[in-house]
T-cell receptor, first 117, second 113 residues
C-alpha cells in the first residue's frame, strides 16, 4: 500500500514569490493534516481536514497561507507571498479518523523542504 | 496551554539501553505517543500509551508514564545503529481538540558502534 505522497520534495524560491505543495493521502483516509516543522523543532499543525471541510485552521496564517482539499482526497497548501521565515519542512499526514478523541494514528509523508532566499 | 519538552541529544553505545524523556504540561491529554524521524523522512509512529496506563511494552520498546509528574519516557533495549534518529513525543486530546497532536522538539539519538 502506498504511503502519503508529497511533491515536490525540495523547493527553493526567492522571497515574495508564490509556492504550492501537493499531498496525496493514503487511500481511504478521511482526515488530512498539514504541519510545518521548523529546524530543530517538532511539527506544528497548520490545518486539519475532515473530508473536504477544514475543521481546524486556527494555526494557519491566513494572510498568506491558503489550503484546499477538493473532493476530499488530494490537498494543496499555498503560500503567497513567501517570506524568509517560511523556510521549513511542510509535512502532510493522514488518518482514517481524526476527531473522536481516540488514538491518533497519523501517517506522515516525507515532507517538502522549502528554502526562501 | 499545551507544552511538551524533551532533552535535545542522547548518545549511547550499541547494545546499551537508551532512555528518552519527555515532560508535558496539559494533564487532560488522552493519549501520548512516540514518533521516530530518520533523516529526510516523515515521522513514523513507534508506539503510544493511553493516559490511564502507566506502562506499555512492545518488543524492544518500553513506555513509562507518570501522570502525577507529567513525565513520559521511552526505553529502547539493545539499541542498534539503525535506531539513530530523532524521537518525538506527542500528546493528543479528546473533545473538540480531537485530532490535534502537540509535539515536543525532538531528541536526537546517536548510537555509536
Amino acid at each position: 500500500e502506498a504511503g502519503v505522497v508529497q511533491s515536490p520534495r525540495y523547493k527553493i524560491i526567492e522571497k515574495k514569490q508564490p509556492v504550492a505543495f501537493w499531498c496525496n493521502p493514503i487511500s481511504g483516509h478521511n482526515t488530512l493534516y498539514w504541519y510545518r516543522q521548523n529546524l530543530g523543532q517538532g511539527p506544528e499543525l497548520l490545518i486539519r481536514y475532515e473530508n473536504e471541510e477544514a475543521v481546524d485552521d486556527s494555526q494557519l496564517p491566513k494572510d498568506r497561507f491558503s489550503a484546499e482539499r477538493l473532493k476530499g482526497v488530494d490537498s494543496t497548501l499555498k503560500i503567497q507571498p513567501a517570506e524568509l521565515g517560511d523556510s521549513a519542512v511542510y509535512l502532510c499526514a493522514s488518518s482514517l479518523d481524526g476527531g473522536t478523541g481516540g488514538v491518533q494514528t497519523q501517517y506522515f509523508g516525507p515532507g517538502t523542504r522549502l528554502l526562501v532566499l | 496551554g499545551e507544552d511538551v519538552e524533551q532533552s535535545l541529544f542522547l548518545s549511547v553505545r550499541e547494545g546499551d539501553s537508551s532512555v528518552i524523556n519527555c515532560t508535558y504540561t496539559d494533564s487532560s491529554s488522552t493519549y501520548l505517543y512516540w514518533y521516530k524521524q530518520e533523516p529526510g523522512a516523515g515521522l513514523q509512529l513507534l508506539t503510544y500509551i493511553f493516559s490511564n496506563m502507566d506502562m506499555k511494552q512492545d518488543q524492544r520498546l518500553t513506555v513509562l508514564l507518570n501522570k502525577k509528574d507529567k513525565h513520559l519516557s521511552l526505553r529502547i533495549a539493545d539499541t542498534q545503529t539503525g535506531d539513530s534518529a530523532i524521537y518525538f513525543c506527542a500528546e493528543s486530546f479528546g473533545g473538540n481538540q480531537g485530532g490535534k497532536l502537540i509535539f515536543g522538539q525532538g531528541t536526537e539519538l546517536s548510537v555509536k558502534p
